[in-house]
């Protein structure tokens, strides 16, 4: 195993990388194997393959089994539901990030958050807010995944939680808006949107990918536990994005603006503050909102 620079935290014998076939997870992998990194994959999917040196890849459902392994290892945790709004399969999620916390061996931890922590709360985000009092089924359990793993470090681990803001990019599923207009370009369908005046904070998925390998890397080097937003930083309407991509796409006639209305409480405005981020991580987002949507444009519509 390649050695790491000696301000990092010590990651003999592997870095298990949870939900490593996932959008994020595949991009994550990349980055550590290429700082040299010996890698334990984890994911519930057949092996896709195409991996980078250093890595081996188990197939494993975490909510029915742990991965059981022997020495020290660190854990880079991207599996969660992709149903946000069941607070059962919430919970079950939460529940299997409780049982690995307790897995043996386990000495350090790259937690995935999320924005919906913040819950209502408006405007400039900070890591030291409490939490809305409106949270979704998803902020409510990752607020709490949070928590229990704060309360692990005062054994003596070290640990990182990264908040990232609204993602997007290449090979992104799911109905969240920009896989869904995109879809809705590619396909020539209607896609029906609320008014799209709220402000939000766009990431690219490679920038985030990045933020979290660094936060690995870096693990150790900024107290027990600490919490980081990954976003850039500035806010975007969502209108401009959306127009934006039918623009570029030719998509002007199917996309309607106010037909649907804005969720009840939504927030106006929301982005993150990444001061936290370039300080403890040395990192800062690098695509530009217009940069990554043109890309996924000319690959949606070529």
Not at 182 to 198: D, M, N, T, V
Request: charged share 25%.
């Amino acid at each position: 195993m390649t050695s790491l620079p000696s301000s990092a935290f010590c990651l003999s014998p592997a870095v298990v990388v949870t939900g490593a076939a996932g959008f994020i997870g595949r991009r994550v992998v990349a980055h550590l194997a290429g700082a040299g990194v010996d890698i334990i994959a984890l994911d519930r999917v057949s092996d896709p393959g195409g991996w980078p040196a250093g890595v081996e890849y188990r197939k494993l459902d975490l909510d029915r089994e742990m991965p059981g392994l022997k020495g020290n290892w660190m854990l880079v945790h991207l599996a969660w539901s992709l149903d946000r709004g069941d607070a059962d399969s919430q919970q079950e999620s939460l529940r299997t990030f409780a049982r690995l916390l307790g897995q043996e061996g386990l000495a350090g931890v790259v937690g995935l958050g999320s924005a919906e922590e913040y819950g209502e709360l408006e405007g400039r985000l900070s890591e030291d807010m409490a939490p809305g009092l409106k949270l979704s089924a998803y902020g409510k359990a990752k607020h709490e995944a949070c928590q229990a793993l704060e309360a692990w470090t005062r054994a003596g681990h070290r640990a990182v939680w990264l908040r990232p803001f609204l993602v997007y990019g290449p090979g992104q599923g799911g109905n969240m808006v920009i896989p869904y207009a995109l879809r809705c370009a590619r396909e020539r369908k209607p896609a029906e949107f609320s008014e799209g005046f709220q402000f939000r904070d766009f990431i690219h998925v490679d920038d985030v990918a990045e933020g979290i390998a660094q936060a690995a890397l870096r693990l150790g080097k900024n107290g027990a536990f600490s919490v980081c937003n990954l976003g850039r930083g500035e806010p975007v309407r969502l209108r401009e994005v959306l127009e934006r991509i039918a623009k570029k796409t030719g998509s002007q006639a199917l996309f309607r603006f106010g037909a649907k209305p804005m969720r009840a409480g939504e927030p106006e405005e929301q982005y993150a503050d990444v001061s936290a981020a370039a300080a403890r991580l040395g990192w800062r987002a690098r695509i530009s909102w217009k940069k990554g949507i043109d890309a996924l444009c000319r690959e949606a519509v070529p």
